[in-house]
T-cell receptor
């Protein structure tokens, strides 16, 4: 398996623009997680899905953030409108079982000017 | 709320030394504890996962221990190499949940040739 795939790897946009981050989990993994990493706050869980259903989105910072998982092999994290404070690295991870390890994608480095 | 602390924040050692990284957590009711490695500009790679019923796990030159009662874990790296230079993070599930991870802020390790 190619592992967790994220796109784009880098994104530079201007404040107010819509940003869409994409993730393809490892095939067969029932759990998908979106994280954000910043120097100030470290790694934070934003939302996670189980069998394509959002289970806990309490980490989503604001209504500007939304996430979907239309099928088992694809998820998106959307920010609309984007703000400079959203600049961070966004990671997607997947796992087969909640008690087993999570496999992380390479991340999307987002810069909002 | 689970809190995870890693000490030291940064560590620099000469090649060949054995070293120990520390992780402490506040809620001992955990299912497992994971150690990850993050290289600059890259995603996280899982190194070891210790189930709550285990006291240690070994992989090559790495050995991780877990003491739930004291809320501590250590990652021991034997005969360190320059290629071990990276940030090491530990993660434990949120209290009451096996799915959501709380990450420590990491220890940045530099192994000098």
């Amino acid at each position: 398996d190619a592992g967790v795939i994220q796109s784009p790897r880098h994104e530079v946009t201007e404040m107010g623009q819509e940003v869409t981050l994409r993730c393809k989990p490892i095939s067969g993994h029932d759990y998908l997680f979106w994280y954000r990493q910043t120097m100030m706050r470290g790694l934070e869980l934003l939302i996670y899905f189980n069998n394509n259903v959002p289970i806990d989105d309490s980490g989503m910072p604001e209504d500007r953030f939304s996430a979907k998982m239309p099928n088992a092999s694809f998820s998106t994290l959307k920010i609309q409108p984007s703000e400079p404070r959203d600049s961070a690295v966004y990671f997607c991870a997947s796992s087969l079982d909640p008690r087993e390890t999570q496999y992380f994608g390479p991340g999307t480095r987002l810069l909002v000017l | 709320k689970q809190e995870v602390t890693q000490i030291p924040a940064a560590l620099s050692v000469p090649e060949g030394e054995n070293l120990v990284l520390n992780c402490s957590f506040t809620d001992s009711a955990i299912y497992n504890l994971q150690w990850f490695r993050q290289d600059p500009g890259k995603g996280l790679t899982s190194l070891l996962l210790i189930q709550s019923s285990q006291r240690e796990q070994t992989s090559g030159r790495l050995n991780a221990s877990l003491d739930k009662s004291s809320g501590r874990s250590t990652l021991y790296i034997a005969a360190s190499q320059p290629g071990d230079s990276a940030t090491y993070l530990c993660a434990v599930p949120f209290s009451g949940s096996a799915r959501q991870l709380t990450f420590g802020s990491g220890t940045q390790l530099t192994v000098l040739p």
